[in-house]
């Protein structure tokens, strides 16, 4: 969402003893009701309220601009009064997926957790990883006295140069959508709701609220839908959040075929589908379409599920059933969570941030990925002398993305640059974490001398490094919701102070904390390159332990680095050129003069399903990183390859650490699959293996077909051919180290 926040005073109230303890143990010693019995309390809840309480529950107020705020009302994301009659809990959300926001600090001194970018989250491809950090956000929003958290972004990476890139899990639907319901399931493990977002085709930051996206069905069900599908499956979200964005013609928060006949009928769920925060464009259409509630009413262009509602059902434009329906499928959610039967404190509760922040730094280890590492440079050896720490305020901290996203975190913020244009000036700051890199270093290398240098002048950089043992730079680029990078480049005169560095030191790595994919002009003069992405609030210590192999790196790449610009489906954003021109025509007075298309681009996607890898591999493009991509300080080998075909695909083989060092390996399946728009390599299964020097273990998986077949729009089906099917193991998108081939029977799976 963007929440246009402005600061407003508040502070955690006083606390009471442990309750993250007491969180844990509930979540162990009660179940949440089954979803049958969930819809029978949640119906018999909606029979009971009044016809005014039924159109209460239907929108949410944006309390920094609610004129009359209840008295528990505090800045947040939302909230949406209950029915203390009925036990029905009033609504309080947050936003989320890194941590409980809080972004330009609205409720001052209030702190959270902040977890590393998704992106890492993804890289790990550790589903227990993703289960336990949403368990800790969800524990600490739980807390705070929330009880909905906006997490669960699942929109898969289709331009390398999208804002919110790194707060979404990549661009493999299998991927993502494991992830992300995996970190559902944890969120929501404290009996709190979960939302999944956002629904959908909703790629890029530019024109984002009135951009077109277009895409054919099959190509929408193989790929972003697949991704939702599979979340929503493994993690029951209590709410599913619709996008801002158009899909082929219609305002996402209303397109029938997205709410009604996918979600809803093909999908059977029963939860209820909130809209982003001023994402509603009508009453009638969006309730009859599928909306169940209006988000942060006050953000939108009028309150379309106040008075124009209860107008449209007294009406009978809007039935009374489909108003029922709408507070049926709100109480769903929180019966099914177990939230109406384990309410949040009302009051603040104490959080153990040391316990909480292991989590963030192990999401930070497991995450980061070693692109490189010419003659072993890494791990870094601690009898160094001299080691010198250049660039991106590495002496303080580490970068964190902005937007709603942002978290307040343990320990404050020693840098934040305010932005004075764009579109997320109004909510958005450059903000580093307090975990700082060359802190984390010092410690690791006690007999060395470390010194900083703040890497503006490359040449004075590169006079230290040239007398140093080893050079590690650090270099950035921020990413945030509500606007897009203009290029992959990294920016200012980083390209120049790596190449100036590592000319002057052959002893160089490069530390990239980035939200996606960056250039690397200067890639062939640097041993060593660490995709670290946002760390975290613990990520400096993350990183020193990587460096120096107190952690073996073993996070692989959850989306393609490409080699140019050039080679992304979309090397230029859509409508990008037309905002800027009626930006500058604002500025110098002129008149706006666009016509509404102008400034709506329709954006065909024309790679459709082919995402990523899949597109890379299928056009022959070689990418600077391949998707999947990540390397160890030790070595794995893959042998005894078993494929099983008929009604399923099933793959087995071993796993060999054969280096000196204990380590985890992340060994990827792909088949050769589809036959409606030619073949594509497609992820079909991974699994993640920790194994000490010289163990061995059997990894077998069986194949969800969706993965391998095509989706058939007239029969409303996934459809398998029959036929035969390449089968590889690798390394990542590609690779080939194993290969053999199944024989399947035609088999048909509902949608």
Known sequence: MTPFARAMPWRVATTLPALLLATAAMAQTTTPPTPDDAEARADTL??????????RAVFGYFPPMSKDRPADMIPSAGYVPGAPRLGIPTLRESDASLGVA?????????????????????????????????????????????????????????????????????????????????????????????????????????????MDARIGEADLRESDLLAFQIAIERGRPGSVMCAYNKLDGDWACENDFLLNRVLKRDWSYRGWVMSDWGAVHSTVKAANAGLDQQSGREL????????????????????????????????WGVVST?????????????????????VAQEAAEKGAVLLKNDGDLLPLARSAKRIVVIGAHADVGVLSGGGSSQVRSVGGAPVEIPLTQGAAA?????????????????????????????????????????????????????????????????????????DAVATANPR??????????????????????????????????????????????????????????????????????????????????????????????????????????????????????????GLSYTRFRYDGLKVEGGADLRVSFTVTNTGRVAGADVPQIYADAGRRAGTTTRLVGFERVTLAPGERRRVSVTVDPRLIADYDVAGRRWHVAAGRYPVTVGRFAGDRTLSGTAILTERSVKP
Not at 49 to 55: A, D, N, S
Not at 338 to 358: F, S
């Open 300 to 331: 939108d262009k009028a309150m379309y599920f106040g008075k124009p509602l209860a107008d449209a059902v007294a009406a009978g434009t809007v039935s009374p059933a489909r108003l029922a329906d709408m507070n049926r499928r709100i109480l």
């Open 338 to 358: 177990g939230l109406i039967d384990h309410p949040v404190p009302t009051t603040a509760q104490t959080i153990d941030y040391a316990a909480n922040a292991r």
């Open 508 to 629: 160089t790595a490069v530390v990239l904390e980035t939200g996606g994919p960056a250039l690397m002009p200067w890639l062939k003069k640097v041993p060593a390159v660490l995709q670290a992405w946002y760390p975290g609030q613990r990520g400096g210590e993350a990183i020193a332990n990587l460096l120096f192999g107190a952690v073996n790196p073993s996070g692989r790449l959850p989306m393609t680095f490409p080699a140019s610009i050039d080679q992304a489906p979309r090397p230029v954003i859509a409508g990008l050129a037309e905002m800027k021109a009626a930006d500058a025509a604002r500025k110098t007075g002129g008149t706006y003069g666009m016509v509404e298309r102008e400034l709506a681009p329709v954006v065909p996607y024309e790679e459709g399903a082919a995402v990523g890898y899949r597109g890379y591999l299928k056009e022959g493009k070689r990418p600077l990183f391949p998707f999947g991509h």
């Open 102 to 210: 809080n972004q330009i600090e609205q409720r001052k001194g209030d702190v959270a957790t902040a977890l590393p970018a998704s992106l890492a989250l993804a890289a790990s491809f550790d589903p227990d990883l993703a289960y336990r950090s949403g368990a800790m956000i969800g524990a600490e929003a739980r807390a705070k006295t929330f009880n909905v958290l906006l997490a669960g972004g699942v929109n898969l990476t289709r331009d390398p140069w999208g804002g919110r890139t790194f707060e979404y899990l990549g661009e493999d639907p299998l991927l993502a959508g494991i992830m992300a319901g995996e970190s559902i399931r944890g969120v929501q493990s404290n009996h709190i709701v979960s939302t999944v977002k956002h629904l959908a085709i909703n790629p890029q930051e530019t024109l984002r609220t009135t």
């Open 46 to 55: 909606v029979r009971r309220m009044t016809r005014e309480e039924q159109l």
């Open 426 to 498: 109004s909510f958005a700051r450059i903000t580093w974490h307090a975990s700082s890199p060359l802190a984390a270093i010092r410690a690791m290398a006690p007999g060395a001398t470390v010194t900083y240098v703040d890497g503006n002048d490359p040449a004075a950089a590169a006079a230290a490094a040239r007398t140093a043992d080893l050079a590690i730079v650090f270099a950035w680029q921020w990413r945030t919701e509500a606007q897009d990078v203009e290029s992959l480049a990294l920016p200012g005169l980083q390209d120049m102070l790596i």
